[in-house]
């Protein structure tokens, strides 16, 4: 990763564990100072002191991503340094149900984390990057945000907004020197989804997921990560015609159908 074009410091937002962690790691190793932010401390503290004995330096910060204030208490560990990448990374969801019945907090706080804070963080640290002429912003998005899917309604709908948002500010910033990446991400084997009781035995690593965004930066607006089958779940999801056949038959699955549907992902890419 080019230092002196995205450097000196790099802010990463969800960044202590799973693919944020894999950012952390891979951005330290090509010197990169960082500013980590996640809610719990513990795991924030262990990943920089690794990152320190290996001679970076990092800056932690505990906050919630879905609270209103956020991006203040992020501002009061950066203000004073040059924030030259931007990688926006948290914000799966944990908490599925209809949308008419779920309570009003979780989408609220899906919302908040990919629709809300991605654009409030892709202002306030995109605005000197365009005045450098130089810079780079990944917004993480999903698979899921190619199609509304039941019992994920704010969450695929928030990451398609992401999508479309990064496309724009793609063909805003780009000419102005600041590169601009919505990397779409498939069933990754985080923390976050072993948590979940998913079967991450069938799902791509975080390492090989930060690498492709870190190493596609420029080529925008859109990576899709090339683990068998996402691209052609993303054409088979993304058809304009026939919504409501495609989103029949394209849902999301209960949770427990998980590795098998990461398993048919990959055989229908292998033609088998
Ligand atoms: N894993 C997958 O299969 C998959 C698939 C498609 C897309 N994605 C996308 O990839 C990104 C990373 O996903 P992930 O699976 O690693 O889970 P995640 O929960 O989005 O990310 C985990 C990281 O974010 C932090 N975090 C979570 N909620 C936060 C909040 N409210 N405020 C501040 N920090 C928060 C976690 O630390 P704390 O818990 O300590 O806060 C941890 O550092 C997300 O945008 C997700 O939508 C993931």
Same mark, same amino acid.
């Given at each position: 990763?080019?230092?002196?074009? %995205? ?40 990943? /920089? ?8 330096? !990092? ?10 204030? =956020? ?15 931007? =990688? %926006? ?16 907090? =979780? ?37 899921? @945000? %190619? ?7 704010? %969450? ?7 999508? !479309? ?5 793609? /063909? ?7 590169? !601009? ?7 990754? /084997? ?12 069938? /799902? ?20 899709? =990560?090339?683990?068998? @089958? ?43």
């Amino acid at each position: 990763m080019d230092l002196a074009k %995205y450097g000196p410091w790099a802010l990463i937002t969800g960044g202590s564990e799973g693919v944020g962690a894999a950012f952390a790691r891979q951005l330290a190793a090509d010197g990169f100072k960082l500013v980590l932010v996640a809610r719990k401390p513990e795991p924030l503290e262990e990943l /920089a002191a690794e990152l320190r004995g290996k001679g970076a330096e !990092v800056r932690v910060l505990s906050a919630d991503l879905s609270k209103p204030d =956020v991006l203040d208490h992020v501002r009061a560990v950066t203000d004073d340094i040059e924030i030259g990448l931007l =990688v %926006y990374n948290a914000g799966a969801n944990n908490t599925r149900g209809n949308f008419i019945e779920l309570p009003r907090e =979780v989408p609220d706080s899906v919302i908040a984390i990919n629709v809300l804070g991605q654009t409030e963080f892709a202002r306030h640290y995109g605005a000197p990057m365009i005045a450098r002429g130089r810079g780079g912003i990944i917004l993480t998005g999903s698979l899921g @945000g %190619y199609l509304g899917s039941a019992t994920l309604a704010a %969450y695929t709908a928030a990451k398609a907004f992401s999508r !479309v948002f990064t496309e724009a500010l793609w /063909a805003e910033c780009q000419p102005l020197g600041v590169d !601009v990446l919505h990397l779409n991400i498939g069933f990754t /084997a985080t923390p976050a989804m072993a948590r979940l009781g998913l079967p991450i035995e069938y /799902a791509e690593a975080p390492e090989n997921v930060a690498r492709e965004g870190l190493d596609n930066i420029a080529n925008g607006p859109v990576w899709i =990560v090339s683990t068998k @089958g996402n691209l052609e779940q993303a054409k088979r999801t993304s058809i304009v015609e026939n919504r409501a056949e495609t989103v029949r038959a394209f849902q999301i699955g209960p949770r427990e159908d998980t590795g098998k549907a990461a398993i048919e992902q990959e055989e229908l890419a292998n033609g088998s």
